[in-house]
């Protein structure tokens, strides 16, 4: 019989050639990283510029008395803005303000993504896809999530009010929106619809 002291340190041999092994790849060479493999974060949006090449862009929640409320956001310079201030819209607001807009929405995609300041979009609307989370609202507050839609593209866009139109759609499908005649609209809106003016986009902090 092996004594016992002899047993005991085969079995940690053993033990730790297996240790060794886990994790261990069977491809046999190391890869590079393709650009899908590493995760895409979004930019980080501040209350205030954090280097020279920060733009503005504005996102506008509501007040107690469900005004609304255009506040400024900067973040670094890129392609994609108008759908960046959707997404710091649908994070929900900051302290002392509201939102209408169900806080489990999310934006699936804006078409076309026209940049912060462009004079003029195509001539189709532009559609913001949300998920299914935003037809949570019901009534007034209906109108307030559209309306908070609608207003933080039109004072991303202010050259492009006047024939700026937005379509809705929740996960693809096309959405009907209330405007401010209590009716709810199968056609795409535009700011008019909910007396929008330059002075809905003043910033208030």
């Not at 002899?6 to 297996?18: D, H, N």
């Not at 107690?64 to 670094?76: C, H, I, Q």
């Not at 709810?184 to 002075?199: E, G, I, K, L, N």
Request: aromatic share 4%; with cysteine.
């Amino acid at each position: 019989m092996r004594p016992p002291r002899r047993r005991l340190a085969v079995a940690l041999v053993v033990l730790a050639l297996a240790g060794c092994a886990c994790g261990v790849p069977t491809s046999g060479s190391p890869r590079a990283l393709g650009q899908n493999d590493v995760p895409q974060l979004a930019p980080t949006t501040t209350t205030a510029p954090a280097a020279l090449s920060d733009l503005p862009f504005t996102v506008v929640w509501l007040t107690s008395s469900n005004a609304t409320a255009a506040l400024v956001r900067y973040a670094p310079e890129q392609a994609n803005r108008l759908a960046n201030a959707l997404n710091v819209l649908l994070e929900g607001p900051p302290a002392a303000y509201f939102t209408a807009i169900p806080i489990a929405t999310r934006l699936n995609g804006v078409t076309p993504n026209a940049a912060v300041g462009q004079a003029s979009v195509q001539s189709e609307p532009i559609t913001v896809d949300l998920s299914n989370s935003f037809q949570e609202s019901s009534g007034l507050d209906e109108l307030l999530a559209v309306e908070q839609v609608v207003f933080t593209i039109a004072c991303n866009l202010p050259q492009a009010v006047p024939h700026l139109l937005i379509s809705f759609e929740v996960d693809g499908n096309p959405l009907q929106v209330p405007v401010l005649n209590n009716t709810t609209v199968a056609r795409p809106v535009t700011p008019a619809d909910y007396q929008f003016t330059s002075a809905s986009c003043m910033p208030v902090g």
